[in-house]
């Protein structure tokens, strides 16, 4: 597996866009890659995830249609563009790795957003 760092995270308003970056350590070209989120006093939830190409990409009913994963293999780069934000997308952003979208289990430290009504 990979390290991860995440960063775009911050404060933004309702109806406002963010784009969260999580860069690895190495070559990310040969793992799935994900974004999850946990919101105060609630579990980690899947968010979106992408495949090793970039091929095929999946996301949670609640952001499908407002958020888009994309990323770039030669950058070691995922990326995470967040439209139409909502106060409930409040949350700490984790990026993860792992061999297929639905094993990703390798954690970056997260990124905080925060949306305001």
């Known amino acids: 597996q990979v390290q991860v760092v995440e960063s775009g995270g911050g404060l933004v308003q309702a109806g406002g866009s963010l784009r969260l970056s999580c860069v690895a350590s190495?070559?990310?070209?040969?793992?799935?890659m994900g974004w999850f989120r946990q919101a105060p006093g609630k579990d980690r939830e899947f968010v979106a995830a992408?495949?090793?190409?970039?091929?095929?990409?999946y996301y949670a009913d609640s952001v499908k249609d407002r958020f888009t994963i994309s990323r770039s293999n030669a950058k070691n780069t995922v990326y995470l563009q967040m439209s139409s934000l909502k106060p409930e997308d409040t949350a700490v952003y984790y990026c993860?790795?792992?061999?297929?979208?639905?094993?990703?289990?390798?954690w970056g430290q997260g990124t905080q957003v925060t949306v305001s009504a």
């Open positions: 992408i495949t090793s190409s970039g091929g095929s990409t």
């Open positions: 190495g070559h990310i070209g040969w793992y799935a």
């Open positions: 993860a790795s792992g061999s297929t979208t639905t094993d990703l289990r390798s």
